[in-house]
């Protein structure tokens, strides 16, 4: 038996924002993030049309991208003191994540961070309050999705937590509110979503009713991501919806190695000063995967079949799977995301060398693959790596070198 399970309500399409007139309750907590929903004046609106609603509303800010255990559990203890009976979370995935950890939290105030970590472990939810989400950014597909990530500083890890109970019940996909997103965060997202359309379609828990939203979503973003990148705006709100597809496809199929590497490799060089952004990760981690993934007869057949829906040629599939690298290489180097570690630089733009030295690189290694490997998007992956295995591919990663094992 397998499970499929999306928002009840989906609000989307230009001033769906207005959605929130329709809530029905009494006290709702608005998280949000650094400023961008304030300054661009979304904040304001979505506290005025919860006052129509006839709620009451409190603000928990400042919820920092790749939100921190610490901050959960400040946002939590915020609700406790307000008891909300709707969480409203608007932003990108930083805040909307953070919102389902406090919102756990809040419910079962004895549960510890290790608890929520336990994949497919956390209690059930919504006897205190019900969570609506509203992303400002084209990637993360969180507004739909049974997904939080939480970085652990201490360890300089993000986990994933995962469970059906934090899929939101009501998504609002609104268009205008990702027209301000900078560049580069437009293409970071961007392939963020690609991967997920992309890793979901080979994932081992593909089937038929995701796979139609993965292949929908891929369409899309190869047709939109990059003129959206360049400041084509119609293309902008079609990678909002896109993403989403790719959310709702990823979150039922799950995901796969990519997405456990970039989890292990995202905080882990914070020392150097360099953050390795989520999607930027994705983005260069995606045609290695594909190229490890290949020598799996299954996946190399989906490959295949994405390739073709791309239109990319190949006369059989191995051909077509070098294409879809190709094509794909040829995408980050369009949005000017960097190819490999080494060359992750000032701004996560290409450079000769970037942030992370090669002799810390490969201190860190055993302990990275060992983590990537443990990951839980890991489990869903078509080939299962070795430790060794993984070590290797994180190492094709870094120097940008052919993945042939
Ligand atoms: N829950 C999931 O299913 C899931 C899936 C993939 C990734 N993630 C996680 O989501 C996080 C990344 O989220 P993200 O990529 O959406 O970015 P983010 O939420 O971290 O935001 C990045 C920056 O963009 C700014 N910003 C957001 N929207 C903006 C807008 N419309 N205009 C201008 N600036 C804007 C924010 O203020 C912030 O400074 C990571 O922690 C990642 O691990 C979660
Ligand atoms: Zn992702």
């Not at 939590?76 to 307000?82: L, T």
């Not at 979150?251 to 190695?257: E, F, H, K, T, V």
């Not at 239109?311 to 180097?333: F, H, P, Q, W």
């Amino acid at each position: 038996m397998a499970r499929f399970t999306l928002p009840r309500d989906l609000y989307h399409g230009k001033g769906s924002l207005e959605a929130l007139k329709s809530l029905k309750g009494t006290r709702a907590m608005v998280c949000v993030g650094g400023g961008s929903m304030k300054k661009f004046g979304f904040l304001d609106k979505v506290i005025t049309y919860l006052h129509e609603a006839g709620m009451e509303t409190e603000l928990f800010e400042g919820i920092k991208p790749d939100p921190s255990v610490d901050t959960v559990m400040r946002g939590a203890a915020a609700m406790e003191k307000f008891q909300p009976d709707w969480i409203i979370a608007i932003g990108g995935g930083s805040p909307i994540d953070a919102a389902k950890a406090m919102w756990i939290k809040y419910e079962h105030p004895e549960i510890t961070f290790a608890q929520m970590c336990v994949v497919f472990g956390i209690p059930e939810l919504r006897k205190k309050a019900r969570f609506c989400a509203i992303p400002s950014t084209s990637g993360t597909a969180t507004e739909v999705t049974a997904f939080s990530v939480i970085t652990d500083y201490k360890k300089g890890i993000k986990y994933p937590l995962a469970d059906f109970e934090i899929t939101p019940d009501v998504a609002i996909v609104d268009p205008e509110l990702a027209q301000t997103m900078p560049k580069k965060l437009t293409a970071h997202t961007g392939m963020d979503a690609m991967t997920h359309a992309i890793e979901a379609f080979v994932s081992t828990a593909n089937c038929d009713f995701t796979d139609p939203l993965a292949i929908g979503a891929i369409k899309m973003i190869q047709s939109d991501l990059v003129a959206s990148y360049n400041g084509d705006m119609s293309k902008r709100a079609s990678m909002h919806n896109a993403q989403c597809l790719a959310g709702m496809a990823f979150s039922n199929a799950l995901l796969g190695i990519v997405h456990s590497m970039a989890h292990k490799t995202g905080a882990i060089f914070e020392d150097y000063g360099a953050h390795i952004i989520h999607g930027a990760a994705n983005a260069m981690y995606l045609p290695k995967v594909i190229a490890f993934n290949a020598k799996d007869a299954t996946a190399k057949a989906r490959y295949g079949i994405i390739a073709d829906v791309m239109g990319l040629g190949g006369a059989n599939a191995d051909e077509k799977v070098a294409s879809l690298i190709t094509y794909l290489r040829g995408m980050n180097d369009a949005l000017n995301i960097p190819r490999c570690i080494k060359q992750y630089g000032a701004d996560s733009t290409p450079c000769e060398q970037g942030f992370v030295p090669e002799d810390v690189f490969l201190a860190r290694l055993p302990k990275i693959a060992k983590n990537a490997v443990d990951d839980a998007c890991t489990g869903s992956n078509p080939r299962q790596p070795s430790l060794e295995e993984m070590e290797k591919l994180l190492k094709c990663c870094y120097y940008d070198t052919e993945v042939d094992f």
